[in-house]
């Protein structure tokens, strides 16, 4: 192996530059043949130990990766050229020859345990107060109790046997009192030391997990993708398998890590009292040791520790199941003895399972506003991430191909943190005449299941459409609910179960019908009452005034969302200037400016402003697409005519001239959160973008203000570390000059 494992990890490192370290080498050895290539090669190992540790321990790595490669080639030319020199513990002998006939048992002299797990704050709980008794009634003080708190990595454990500071030998955990040895993989990875730091006991067993961490995950996936080899399910998988290779010049090729996490057998060395102190020693020997850890009194510290690291855990590197906690005294640990193989001074206390098995029992298609089909897989009831899954989108027809998925498969179905749940994989199927008509395969349909009308797939489309469009009573579902939304036309109140009741009992088919209907109708509609029909009807009033952007984007015009909505709304003065647009003459304006503003660059003068910027050709064509039907032109006629409008009809630029707009705010980006004292988050954002700054949804650098409210969260602190100004409501109005 030469030079330096890239991970996934961009090589940054914070003194660019040789480490002043090499000028301190002996010097004129570039290639080794100097004067005492002995004491050279010894420099140079000292040296790429140290830059292993800053770039595997300490995450910190200092020098490029070519410097690094530089100094490796180097010691390895100086070793062939001086076969006496060769050393066990060399970075340069990390990879050695294939294990012939497989791993040989190791017997652990102290047992691999495996811990008990808790799964809610009760059993937490629970575990402090068995603790506190058992220190009780031995006599010992549990006021003086104290916990020491670290993450469960989601790898493999391992030991690692070092004798006077050399690792000696390798093993997995096996059944915990017999593994196997894997010294020469575990060799490769270089997070881990050949030699330790300063102690060197007679025998120190470190225990620890090793693990992959997420990007390098993915980019050995992605490997393995592209050389037509098979992918790997998850890191965990990925490390078992790299592991277990019996070439370690595979294994070393496999972007392994490794966390500590205790000591087995320790002989000839004082070790720490304290569990929390034992990971600072084993750290201080040069060994990786998790860096989020935390001391904690009680059951109330343990579980903020759990919900601080739950909050964070998508963002760690690498995949955790869960956190442990240890009673943080060592000489407790062995007093409060073990129960079956697990002990009772540890508890493994983990997140709900992200991942889980079950039956795919149908798969049915939905059809969307505009028409998409989409498969939605239906499931046996499972438990997964916290909540009970029952569906989960499947996308489209590719998807399922690519997943190979049959109904009647048994599938892995993944629901991490607040995500949509997905149906990851199907396990291997059953074969024989029992599994005879249990699977069954998909297929879209080629007529729409809502409307039995065509379905087509257009070339380079994902997606299958109904072409029926509004005439679907899907579509028209669909169609009014966006209509209704409280970002569109905001009429509270039109739900999912009262829009298929109107649809369906032939009340309203288009969204112009709303206007019409009367609080008599809807109180004769199910789950309706009389005062429920006249909120109704007062919401559909209230919602005709509204803003030209918002009308534009309740009218669901494909790839008109509400930015692009906006910029429409700003250009154009009125519904007919935009649907009599010639986009054509349009586009050749937009090219020929374009093409001036490059010639203006390169002369360093500024650019003219191109219209309708950011509004690509894919949109204008579906804009020029719908005015051009004429039932689309019918209904945005019968909605204006039903006295749907926005302040300054007609003005020069849309909501942008509206009465009380100006260029206050023009340039400035704001952040909104919490909850104000008056206007809701869209009225704030429509009020900054009417005096002609822009709201964006996290806090940066670039961000002016943060306009906060009661309950604002993470980004107040956001604003507070970038030092960017906090306003409240009331400031917000004093710069736009609205009362
Ligand atoms: S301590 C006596 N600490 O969890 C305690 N284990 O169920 C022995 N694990 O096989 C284990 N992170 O693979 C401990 N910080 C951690 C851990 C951890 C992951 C794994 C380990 C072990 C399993 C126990």
């Avoid at 570039?30 to 050279?40: E, F, K, L, Q, S």
């Avoid at 997070?191 to 980019?219: K, N, T, Y």
């Avoid at 000839?268 to 020693?281: D, K, M, N, R, V």
């Avoid at 019908?513 to 005062?531: Q, V």
């Amino acid at each position: 192996m030469s030079g330096r494992a890239r991970d996934a990890r961009a090589s940054r490192f914070r003194r660019p530059g040789a480490s002043p370290l090499s000028s301190d080498l002996p010097s004129g050895h570039r290639t080794g043949h100097g004067a005492d290539p002995a004491a050279r090669a010894e420099a140079l190992r000292a040296l790429i130990r140290r830059y292993d540790h800053e770039y595997y321990v300490l995450d910190a790595p200092t020098v490029p990766d070519a410097e690094y490669d530089r100094l490796f080639a180097e010691l390895q030319a100086l070793e062939r050229d001086h076969p006496g020199l060769a050393a066990p513990d060399s970075p340069t002998a990390r990879v050695g020859g294939a294990v012939a006939g497989g791993f040989a048992p190791v017997r652990h002299s102290r047992p691999m345990l495996s811990l008990n797990n808790a799964f809610d704050d009760d059993a937490v709980r629970g575990f402090d107060r068995r603790v506190r008794e058992l220190l009780a009634e031995s006599g010992l003080d549990p006021a003086q109790l104290r916990y020491s708190a670290e993450l469960k990595y989601d790898g493999l454990a391992v030991g690692l046997r070092y004798e006077r500071g050399r690792l000696v030998q390798a093993a997995t955990r096996g059944d915990g009192a017999v593994g196997e040895d894997v010294t020469a993989n575990i060799r490769t990875i270089r997070a881990i030391p050949l030699r330790l730091e300063g102690v060197g006991p007679e025998v120190l067993e470190v225990r620890g997990e090793v693990l992959m961490w997420s990007a390098d995950f993915e980019a050995l996936n992605a490997r393995q993708r592209e050389a037509g080899e098979k992918e790997f399910v998850n890191p965990r998988n990925a490390a078992a398998g790299s592991l277990r290779q019996l070439d370690p010049a595979v294994t070393a090729r496999r972007p392994l890590r490794f966390f500590a996490y205790g000591v087995g057998e320790v002989r000839g060395a004082e070790t720490p009292a304290t569990h929390s102190g034992l990971l600072a020693w084993l750290e201080s020997a040069g060994l990786p040791v998790g860096p989020e850890r935390a001391v904690a009194n009680d059951a109330d510290g343990l579980l903020e520790f759990f919900r601080r690291i739950g909050e964070r855990r998508a963002a760690l590197p690498y995949q955790i199941d869960g956190v442990v906690y240890k009673v943080d005294r060592r000489d407790w640990h062995e007093l409060l003895g073990y129960v079956a193989r697990a002990p009772r001074f540890a508890l493994a206390h983990k997140f709900p399972a992200e991942e889980a098995v079950t039956e795919l029992l149908d798969i049915e298609v939905q059809v969307g506003r505009t028409g998409k089909l989409t498969p939605v897989a239906r499931l046996a009831p499972v438990f997964v991430g916290g909540v009970t899954v029952t569906n989960a989108t499947l996308h489209n027809e590719d998807e399922i191909e690519r997943k190979g998925l049959m109904i009647g498969d048994r599938v892995v179905v993944r629901r991490a943190g607040d995500v949509i749940p997905e149906v990851v994989r199907a396990l291997p199927r059953e074969h024989g005449h029992e599994a005879a008509g249990r699977y069954r395969r998909f297929g879209m349909p080629h007529a729409c299941p809502v409307c039995g009308s065509a379905t087509e797939r257009e070339e380079g489309e994902a997606d299958r459409r109904c072409v029926a469009g509004l005439y679907c009573p899907a579509q028209r579902r669909q169609a009014l609910l966006h209509f209704a939304q409280r970002r569109a036309m905001d009429i509270d109140g039109l739900g999912e179960k009262l829009v298929g009741q109107l649809v369906d009992g032939g009340l309203v088919s288009t969204p112009a019908d709303l206007y019409r209907l009367d609080a008599a109708t809807l109180a004769g509609l199910e789950r309706m009452g009389e005062k429920s029909a006249a909120n109704l009807v007062e919401a559909i009033d209230r919602s005709r005034r509204t803003t030209f952007a918002r009308f534009l984007f309740a009218l669901g015009i494909r790839h008109v969302g509400e930015e692009v909505a906006r910029l429409l709304a700003d250009a154009y003065p009125d519904v007919d200037a935009l649907a009599g647009e010639d986009w054509d003459a349009l586009a050749a304006r937009k090219a020929a400016i374009q093409k001036e503003n490059a010639r203006r660059r390169a002369r360093g003068e500024p650019p003219e402003p191109v219209p309708l910027e950011g509004v690509g050709p894919e949109i204008v064509d579906s804009v020029r697409r719908f005015f051009a039907e004429p039932h689309n032109r019918e209904v945005v006629e019968a909605l204006l005519a039903a006295g749907v409008g926005w302040e300054a009809p007609g003005g020069a630029a849309g909501e942008g001239a509206a009465a009380a707009g100006s260029h206050a705010l023009a340039g400035k980006t704001f952040v909104l959160t919490g909850t104000l004292p008056s206007l809701t988050r869209e009225q704030a954002a429509e009020m900054i973008r009417r005096h002609g700054g822009s709201v964006s949804g996290s806090v940066s650098k670039k961000t002016d203000y943060v306009v906060a409210g009661e309950a604002a969260g993470s980004k107040l602190d956001k604003a507070a570390s970038l030092g960017v100004a906090v306003i409240d409501e009331a400031a917000l109005r004093g710069m736009t000059g609205e009362k």
